[in-house]
């Protein structure tokens, strides 16, 4: 799968003053590489007050994988949230993302996706991080996340009858993938994943290839600007989730809105809608039981 034009939206021409590039340099260690300079204005820090969180190390039958997760310290288990990260890799957004779950009483936990095939967070450009995520299978994806699954069971702090999934970006064309995969989802979440793309042999299927397989109703989340992602394929997944019975599902399309809307840490941010995407998704995950 070539994600070329939808890496292209991400990154706006923007003018960088010095005083903002030092501050994004220094804020942006945790960062992806090739998404220097940050916002440093806008990034979102959820502490560990309250939370047991860390690093991972997930088993799968080829081999231990890394993650991190995060749980609130006190009682539990926790309703379950798989975060699946951007193409950029689970850096500091993501582990961020799944702190945020973590205080708002779930356990969280992102594994890494693409690290049998590289390490994208240190990929110095675009071009690299391509390199590595092309070579990616779906089906590896899925057995990792199924892996992840049954590491937050075994942990005793993961109810992992009550399980939601959201991603960003390649992450989220993987929410709308892996719900199809496993029947046992309760509630997904997708922001902004590609919808219709060519397929290779390694990612054979789209999300509309796989909504006849999807049993639940779906609340994604999509910008009307985004460069990498037409409006018209939005309306097709809309038209194919009717058709296929999932017409409760509900895809949102955000008026004016990039790609990347909800990654705080990049020029593509829009505060508003990050928010009300958030409040919209957690209580869609309560109204589907996960929480």
Request: charged residues 20%; proline residues 7%; hydrophobic residues 40%.
């Amino acid at each position: 799968m070539d994600d070329s034009n939808d890496i292209k939206s991400l990154f706006p021409k923007t003018h960088v003053s010095r005083r903002g590039f030092v501050a994004a340099t220094t804020v942006g260690a945790g960062f992806a590489l090739a998404v220097q300079p940050i916002q440093a204005q806008t990034v979102i820090t959820t502490d560990t007050a309250g939370l047991t969180s860390g690093d991972a190390k997930i088993p799968t039958p080829t081999g231990d994988i890394y993650g991190y997760y995060a749980h609130p310290t006190a009682g539990g288990p926790f309703a379950t949230v798989v975060v699946i990260q951007e193409i950029f890799g689970v850096h500091e957004h993501i582990k961020d993302v799944v702190r945020r779950f973590a205080k708002a009483g779930y356990f969280a936990v992102a594994p890494d996706l693409h690290g049998r095939q590289g390490d994208t967070t240190k990929a110095p450009d675009i071009q690299a991080i391509l390199a590595i995520v092309n070579r990616v299978p779906d089906a590896q994806v899925y057995a990792d996340i199924d892996a992840a699954v049954a590491w937050a069971k075994a942990t005793g702090k993961g109810d992992t009858n009550r399980l939601g999934v959201t991603g960003f970006c390649w992450g989220g064309r993987m929410s709308w993938m892996y719900t199809a995969h496993n029947p046992n989802v309760k509630a997904a979440s997708p922001f902004y994943g590609p919808l219709i793309r060519p397929a290779t042999e390694l990612q054979p299927k789209n999300p509309i290839d796989v909504a006849a397989q999807i049993k639940i109703p779906v609340l994604a989340f999509y910008g009307a600007a985004d460069q990498g992602i037409p409006n018209d394929t939005v309306e097709k997944m809309r038209a194919e989730l009717k058709a296929k019975g999932v017409a409760s599902s509900e895809i949102i399309l955000y008026p004016d809105t990039p790609h990347g809307f909800h990654a705080d840490y990049r020029p593509s941010y829009r505060a508003d809608k990050a928010k009300e995407a958030w409040e919209k998704m957690i209580a869609y995950f309560k109204s589907r039981g996960v929480a």
